[in-house]
T-cell receptor, first 118, second 117 residues
Framework: NAGVTQTPKFQVLKTGQSMTLQCAQD?????MSWYRQDPGMGLRLIHY???????DQGEVPNGYNVSRSTTEDFPLRLLSAAPSQTSVYFC?????????????????FGPGTRLTVL | AQSVTQLGSHVSVSEGALVLLRCNYS??????LFWYVQYPNQGLQLLLK??????LVKGINGFEAEFKKSETSFHLTKPSAHMSDAAEYFC???????????????FGRGTQLTVWP
């Protein structure tokens, strides 16, 4: 069981470039989400998905796009990178049902992608 | 929306001393409450969670937390710190409401724990 995997681990982009951060999980979890972590800010939710074909915005969705074509994969796309998107990005997944749904269940986090935009 | 306040962005203790990391939430309805730990260059790992069973929750690595509704608090403690406890700790809450905030975790800003030998 690999859990939640993210690629790449590190990435440097120039302003205006686009790229996709990959996230995959092998636990058959319905719920997946993307967070960004900035110093002194904790983690902030970018986008989330409650199942294949269903996505929704979190707190800080601007400049990011997601899709969920399979249960396993939840890629995050940066459309036109900006220096303000320099951050560490974490993907997480959890079971979607059970008592309270994903609000009750533990979220499993990937190791993160450290992104620098110049 | 929920908000979470972690008092103290940095806490330093000596090895063997009591660890106390503070967390307060804002909600009229007690939410689900979590503590996560992040070791350097790693993702977050669940330490413990409160889901309205016992108010004193025991987690991994000797940590525990007590839910106090009257104080809207969920402070994390460990009786005796170990060098391996040095990490960043995040308190998080999620709504019991399964509507528009389904699955959303609201994180505090984190507390960096340093353990001195």
């Amino acid at each position: 069981n690999a859990g939640v995997t993210q690629t790449p681990k590190f990435q440097v982009l120039k302003t205006g470039q686009s790229m996709t951060l990959q996230c995959a999980q092998d636990m058959n979890h319905e719920y997946m989400s993307w967070y960004r972590q900035d110093p002194g800010m904790g983690l902030r939710l970018i986008h989330y998905s409650v199942g294949a074909g269903i996505t929704d915005q979190g707190e800080v969705p601007n400049g990011y796009n997601v899709s969920r074509s399979t249960t396993e994969d939840f890629p995050l796309r940066l459309l036109s990178a900006a220096p303000s998107q320099t951050s560490v990005y974490f993907c997480a997944s959890s079971r979607g049902h059970g008592r309270g749904g994903p609000t009750y269940n533990e979220q499993f986090f990937g190791p993160g992608t450290r992104l620098t935009v110049l | 929306a929920q908000s979470v306040t972690q008092l103290g962005s940095h806490v330093s203790v000596s090895e063997g001393a009591l660890v106390l990391l503070r967390c307060n939430y804002s909600s009229s309805v007690p939410p689900y409450l979590f503590w996560y730990v992040q070791y350097p260059n790693q993702g977050l790992q669940l330490l413990l969670k409160y889901t309205s069973a016992a108010t004193l929750v025991k987690g991994i690595n000797g940590f525990e937390a007590e839910f106090k509704k009257s104080e809207t608090s969920f402070h994390l403690t460990k009786p005796s710190a170990h060098m391996s406890d040095a990490a960043e700790y995040f308190c998080a809450v999620s709504d019991r409401n399964r509507g528009s905030t389904l699955g959303r975790l609201y994180f505090g800003r984190g507390t960096q724990l340093t353990v001195w030998p």
